[in-house]
């Protein structure tokens, strides 16, 4: 359905999550990490101005660039920037798989798991400091509501019990590799300012305000595209260049899509870039966010 930037304030319900961005020190370390970890394999490198950027994917769908900056500092877990990139799968069996090839990768921390009502989640961090979550959604229809707001909580989940019911389970052939990414949860230094970003003016729908902290916001009833909290970074300023989050990519349906949100970023006097096919803007705190058409080249990506 086609829609015209006067009348649209929010994001398209088709709007997704597309591949993320992160600065690294070691290439073939993360690079490694991830294919062995998550199953995710390169797709395409490139070598521009002294930097490699490498996509690792599952098939042709590319889910993480990785770009070397090694001259770069390490990642500062009380700046704004990345909490976790979260990569969704399609099955227990294939969530299981994966959480235990990465807790059993000696590079891997494993941080803890998580039911949170509407999934279910466990959680690393890469050799770099980065944060992972993998998961996998419970049917929407068990969703739950009150006075209008999504349920979600942070319930205990033993990852031996889950591997014990899930591990093996996968028929010959099921894909290992996560489906896509499904949400990306940001550190911010303030809630009220990532939400004046975030919601009012990218257009994402608040689902979660009640959490101690934090603020979830999705686009078409899904619990989360992205999350901000500032349970480590309370009061950060801008980010000082560091490894770790380089961009958070966004794909939504139309080039009208990308017209409402020009007209929502020009009416609130933030600078941006448009290609034609995607804009480009920076959260307050220096996190490059990009919009852009579907069916983009993987030498698209590695040209942001």
């Known amino acids: 359905m086609s829609h015209t930037a006067s009348d649209e304030q929010t994001l ?23 294919n062995q970890a998550l199953a995710l394999a390169p797709v395409e490198e490139i070598a521009r101005g002294g930097q490699v950027h490498r996509v690792l994917g599952r098939g042709s769908v590319p889910m993480l660039r990785l770009v070397h900056t090694p001259d770069l500092p390490s990642v500062n877990p009380r700046d704004a920037g990345l909490f976790h990139t979260a990569f ?3 099955s227990p069996a294939a969530l299981a798989a994966t959480v235990h090839r990465a807790a059993s990768d000696s590079r891997s921390q494993f941080v803890g798991s998580s039911d949170h009502l509407v999934s279910e989640a466990f959680y690393f961090t890469d050799p770099e400091g980065n944060g992972i979550e993998v998961y996998r959604d419970r049917p929407r229809e068990k969703w739950e509501y009150r006075n209008g707001e999504l349920q979600m909580a942070s319930y205990p989940l033993d990852p031996t019990e889950y591997l014990r019911r899930h591990l093996g389970d996968a028929p010959a052939g099921t894909p290992s590799a996560p489906g896509t990414v499904g949400h990306v949860h940001l550190q911010v230094g303030d809630v009220d300012q990532a939400r004046a970003f975030y919601v009012e003016a990218l257009g994402f729908q608040t689902t979660v305000s009640s959490y101690p ?16 909290n500032i349970w480590n970074s ?71």
Not at 12 to 22: E, G, K, P, Q, R
Not at 218 to 228: C, N, Q, R, T
């Open 88 to 90: 969704l799968f399609e």
């Open 12 to 34: 398209s319900s088709a709007a997704a999550m597309d591949a993320v961005t992160l600065h690294v020190g070691d290439l073939e370390l993360m690079s490694s990490y991830y």
């Open 234 to 304: 309370r009061g950060a300023g801008p980010r000082a260049a560091r490894l770790g989050l380089g961009d958070v990519a966004i794909s939504v349906p139309l080039r009208e899509d990308l017209d409402a949100l020009a007209a929502r970023l020009r009416a609130r006097s933030i600078s941006h870039d448009d290609d034609g096919r995607r804009i480009a803007t920076r959260d307050p705190w220096g996190t490059q966010v990009t919009v852009a058409l579907p069916g983009g080249t993987t030498e698209e990506l590695l040209a942001r």
């Open 213 to 228: 902290g934090a603020l979830f916001a999705a686009a078409g009833g899904y619990h989360h595209h992205v999350a901000m």
